[in-house]
């Protein structure tokens, strides 16, 4: 069980908020309180004291690093612990999946345009982090790699990631499928320069034909900028107007 004894307000109720938030039993007591019995992890703030002599786990935050000290807290308890490795499955639409150690504190299905602001967020209180690229969708995961220069990066080979899902599992694929990325090493890179093959233009083109208002079709320069995230294809058919 996670116990939560700290004096400190703000700690307390980003702590309490994102715990309930994930449906994660716990429960609060003052810190110079005696831990209940059955208790596995207390999140504390650096200055609470607690028994020294009580055998439990202890993360220590401040309100700032709530998210983190929940991640690790649940890890604990679920007998993992580690590093914060992030796994992502890339499309229009990436599965990214957080890992603590070999647990699953969070999981996203985001447009791509969200997907680096994401995985930033999720890693921003880890300590070394590590992200993980399925190598599948060559030009929007090569986005992905440019625009996370900050961050630890490894591309993966995500041959057989996706697993078979059941009906009235959509989305799910791509989230399962970033879990399992995440468990698999891959190669360190630092940039990722992919050309658009004839295909992939022809596809983008193709869908500007069939979402304008104006049976108009942008050209392969434009097509080119969809491709590698400069523009979307409403951006590219205001363009081609123009």
Do not use: C, W
């Not at 658009?196 to 233009?201: C, D, I, S, W, Y």
């Amino acid at each position: 069980m996670i116990v939560v004894a700290t004096a400190d307000f703000e700690l307390y109720h980003e702590v309490v908020d994102l715990l309930r938030e994930r449906g994660v039993a716990f429960t609060t007591v003052e810190p110079d309180d005696d831990l209940p019995e059955g208790t596995s992890v207390v999140v504390t703030a650096p200055d609470d004291h607690i028994d020294g002599d009580a055998d439990v786990d202890r993360v220590t935050a401040t309100a700032d690093e709530a998210r983190r000290a929940v991640d690790e807290a649940l890890a604990l308890l679920r007998g993992g612990e580690g590093r914060t490795v992030v796994g992502v499955d890339p499309g229009t639409r990436p599965g990214v999946a957080v890992l603590a150690g070999e647990t699953v504190v969070a999981a996203f299905h985001v447009p791509l345009a969200d997907a680096v602001e994401t995985i930033r967020r999720e890693v921003a209180d880890a300590v070394d982090p590590l992200v993980r690229i399925g190598d599948g969708a060559r030009i929007q995961g090569a986005r992905l790699v440019d625009d996370l220069d900050d961050v630890t990066v490894e591309l993966v080979d995500e041959t057989g990631t996706t697993p078979y899902l059941g009906t009235g599992t959509r989305g799910m694929g791509d989230v399962l499928a970033a879990v399992n990325i995440a468990r698999l090493e891959g190669e360190r890179v630092d940039s990722r320069e992919i050309e658009p093959t004839a295909g992939e233009l022809q596809r983008i083109k193709d869908r500007s034909r069939r979402v304008s208002t104006d049976d108009r079709t942008i050209d392969d320069a434009l097509a080119r900028r969809v491709a590698v995230g400069d523009l979307t294809v409403k951006e590219a058919l205001d363009e081609h107007r123009d």
